[in-house]
C-alpha cells in the first residue's frame, strides 16, 4: 500500500453536497479533497430547482453570479401546465415557483436572490470549479471503501480505478456525499427511518424543439394526465424543461413490483411521443435510466469524526424542487462549524449541532416531497380517472368536462380545485426560508413560542428570533445598496446594532473569536433608508442581533445592557461549545 495522503476533511462525493462543501471548507481555508468514483462530474440534469435559500448561500460563497449566468431564469419557469400531452389538451396551469404576482412580491421582500432553474450538470461545474481554484484537491475515479476511526482522525481506505490499487487518505473528518446509497452512511451506522423502493420511475433525456408547444407558456415543468401516468412514478407524467425550448427530461413511471422496462431507444422514444403528442416533430434520445421514489430520512447525521450530507441523509423524490437545495445547505451548516473546531476557536461538540439542526429539516423535506405526490390525484380525481379504465374512457372523462351540465360544472370547479392545490408543491416559500433551528448553538431569548400568522409551508415569516435566518432588508453604505445578508456571513460572526449599541461593538471586539460589527442607523456605516430593518429586526436601536457565519440568528437581546460583555461572552461560550 502507498504512502498515507493527508488532509484535514475527506469529502466522499461531486454532486451539490460534496462540491459545496469542498467550496465553503476551501473558502474558509480549510484543506479538503474530494474523491469521486466517477470519471467526470454530473452529465444529466437531475437536479434542478434552485431556491432563494440556497442562491444566498452561493451569494455568500461567491459564485451567485456565475450560477446566474447559466441558469434559466425565474420568470421562465412559472406556468406549470396540465395536459394530456404537450400538443393535445390543456387542462389548467398553476403560476408557480414566485410567478404569481401575489408570492412574486413575498419573493421580493423576503431576499435580495431571485430563483432559478440550474440543472446539475451545470451547477457541479460552477461549484467545483470554484472550490478547486479555491485549494480543493480533486479525484476522479477514486472510489470509497472503507473508513475507520480513532481519537485523532479517520483513516479511509480508497480505490484508485485507473491504476487498481488501493491507497489510504488520513483526514481528520469525513463526510459522506455519496447519494442515496451512501456506502459511508452505510459503514457509519447511521440509523434511518422509512423506506426505499416506493414507486418505481424512469428519467428519459432528450433533444427536440418544442418550442410550438411551450414558449407561449414557458414553464420548467409540464405535467401530462395520459392513460398509464398513475402507475410507479411521482403521480403524473412529466416534461420538464432543461433549456428553453429545446433540452427535455421526461419523467414516467412503471411498476416498481415488476422491474423496470427494458430501456431501449425505442421504447424511450414511444414514451416522449405519447407524452409529446406529436409523431412527426424530430426527437434525439440522449440518455435513459430508471430510479426509484424513496422517503428515507436519518434520525443521525454523524458518528464520531463521521458526517453526511445530501442524498445520504434525506432520500425523496424531486417534488418540490428540495434535493439539491437541502444539500447544499447542509453542507453550508456544516462547513463553519468545522472550520472553527479545526482552527481551535470552538469545542467539538459543536459539532453535535449538525444533526439537532439539519436532521429535522431533512425529515420534514422527505415527508413534504412525498406527500405532493399524493397531491397529484385528486386531479385524476376529478376527471374520473384513477379507476381501471380503457385510454377511450379516460378521453371521454376529460371531454366531459366542456359540457354546459350542472355535473360538468361540477367537475371543472373540482379540477380548478385540485389543480390550484398544487401550490403546495410549486410555491411552498415557508418550506423554502421557515427553517428554525434549535441545538446548543443557539441560545433562546426568553421570548414566547413562535406562532406563524398563516400557512408555514406557503408563507415565508421573517423573524429575528435566535433560531432563525437573519431577515432580509435594503440598506446603504454610501453609494451602495446591500441587503442585511451581505452584511454577514463571510465565514466569521456579525454583530448587527443601531444607535446606541456602543457596548454591543466594545463587547464583540473584546472576544477571542472574529465578530464583524455593523452599526445600522443615519450617519452610521449603514443606513435604514426605508425603515425596513428597524421593522423587521424586533430590537431597540441599542440591541444586538449575533449572527453566525451561515446567516442564522445565535442571539439577540432587545436593548442596550450594561453587562454586554459578559452577556456576549457567555453567548459564545454556549454557542461554541465551551459552556
Known amino acids: 500500500m502507498s504512502t498515507v495522503v493527508e488532509t484535514d476533511v475527506l469529502i466522499v462525493g461531486s454532486g451539490p453536497a460534496g462540491a459545496s462543501a469542498a ?9 479538503n479533497i474530494v474523491v469521486t468514483r466517477y470519471a467526470s462530474l454530473a452529465d444529466t440534469p437531475r437536479a434542478h430547482i434552485t431556491n432563494q435559500r440556497t442562491m444566498e448561500v452561493l451569494r455568500d460563497l461567491g459564485v451567485e453570479q456565475d450560477v446566474i449566468a447559466q441558469a434559466t431564469p425565474q420568470h421562465l419557469m412559472g406556468n406549470t401546465t396540465f395536459c394530456t400531452s404537450l400538443a393535445g389538451e390543456e387542462l389548467g396551469r398553476v403560476r408557480s415557483w414566485g410567478n404569481d404576482p401575489l408570492v412574486q412580491a413575498a419573493h421580493e421582500l423576503a431576499s435580495p436572490t431571485r430563483m432559478c432553474d440550474m440543472p446539475q450538470h451545470l451547477m457541479e461545474p460552477v461549484l467545483v470549479d470554484a472550490a478547486v481554484a479555491r485549494g480543493t484537491s480533486l479525484r476522479f475515479q477514486t472510489e470509497y471503501l472503507s473508513h475507520t476511526q480513532d481519537a485523532d482522525g479517520v483513516t479511509v481506505t480508497v480505490r484508485d480505478r485507473l491504476r487498481g490499487d488501493t491507497y ?66 411521482i403521480g403524473a407524467g412529466l416534461v420538464r424543461c432543461v433549456r428553453p425550448w429545446n433540452e427535455w427530461l421526461i419523467v414516467w413511471g412503471y411498476d416498481v413490483t415488476a422491474g423496470a422496462p427494458d430501456l431501449t431507444t425505442e ?16 426527437v434525439t434520445i440522449k440518455s435513459s435510466s430508471a430510479w426509484t421514489v424513496n422517503e428515507m430520512y436519518a434520525e443521525t447525521y454523524s458518528a464520531g469524526r463521521v458526517f453526511c450530507a445530501g442524498d445520504a441523509t434525506h432520500r425523496h423524490p424531486p417534488s418540490n424542487g428540495l434535493g439539491s437545495n437541502t444539500s447544499i445547505q447542509d453542507s453550508y451548516n456544516l462547513a463553519w462549524k468545522l ?11 459543536l459539532l453535535d449541532t449538525y444533526t439537532a439542526e439539519r436532521a429535522p429539516v431533512g425529515k420534514q423535506v422527505v415527508t413534504r416531497a412525498n406527500r405532493s405526490i399524493g397531491e397529484t390525484a385528486p386531479i385524476f380525481e376529478a376527471l374520473d380517472g384513477l379507476a381501471p379504465q380503457t385510454p377511450e374512457q379516460l378521453w371521454a372523462n376529460i371531454a366531459a368536462r366542456k359540457d354546459a351540465t350542472e355535473a360538468a360544472e361540477k367537475q371543472r370547479a373540482r379540477l380548478r380545485e385540485a389543480i390550484a392545490f398544487k401550490v403546495y408543491e410549486f410555491n411552498a416559500h415557508g418550506v423554502d426560508l421557515n427553517q428554525r433551528y434549535a441545538s446548543a448553538a443557539i441560545v433562546p431569548d426568553g421570548t414566547p413560542a413562535e406562532t406563524f400568522a398563516r400557512d408555514p409551508e406557503l408563507h415565508h415569516q421573517p423573524t429575528s428570533r435566535p433560531g432563525a435566518r437573519v431577515p432580509h432588508a435594503w440598506l446603504t453604505s454610501g453609494a ?5 445578508l451581505d452584511t454577514v456571513g463571510k465565514g466569521r460572526f456579525t454583530l448587527l446594532t443601531g444607535i446606541g449599541g456602543e457596548g454591543w461593538i466594545r463587547a464583540a471586539e473584546a472576544q477571542d473569536v472574529e465578530i464583524a460589527t455593523v452599526v445600522v442607523g443615519p450617519g452610521q456605516q449603514c443606513e435604514d433608508p426605508y425603515g425596513d430593518w428597524a421593522r423587521l429586526s424586533e430590537i431597540s436601536d441599542a440591541g444586538a442581533l449575533l449572527v453566525r457565519p451561515d446567516g442564522f440568528v445565535a442571539f439577540r437581546h432587545a436593548t442596550a445592557a450594561p453587562d454586554a460583555g459578559a ?10 461549545g465551551h459552556a
Open 23 to 31: 467550496l465553503a471548507l476551501s473558502t474558509y481555508g480549510v484543506p
Open 480 to 484: 451602495r445598496t446591500l441587503s442585511t
Open 339 to 349: 472550520k472553527l473546531v479545526l482552527d481551535g476557536t470552538a469545542a467539538p461538540k
Open 168 to 233: 489510504e487518505i488520513r483526514a481528520k473528518y469525513l463526510i459522506g456525499a455519496d447519494g442515496g446509497r451512501s456506502k459511508v452512511a452505510e459503514d457509519a451506522g447511521l440509523p434511518m427511518s422509512g423506506q426505499m423502493g416506493v414507486a418505481g420511475s424512469i428519467n428519459i433525456v432528450f433533444e427536440a424543439d418544442l418550442a410550438r408547444y411551450t414558449a407561449h407558456r414557458p414553464s420548467t415543468l409540464y405535467w401530462v394526465l395520459a392513460p398509464g401516468a398513475t402507475v410507479g412514478g
Open 567 to 576: 452577556l456576549l461572552s457567555d453567548a459564545l461560550r454556549r454557542i461554541l
Open 267 to 282: 421504447y424511450a422514444e414511444s414514451v416522449v411521443r405519447q407524452l409529446v403528442g406529436d409523431d412527426e416533430i424530430p
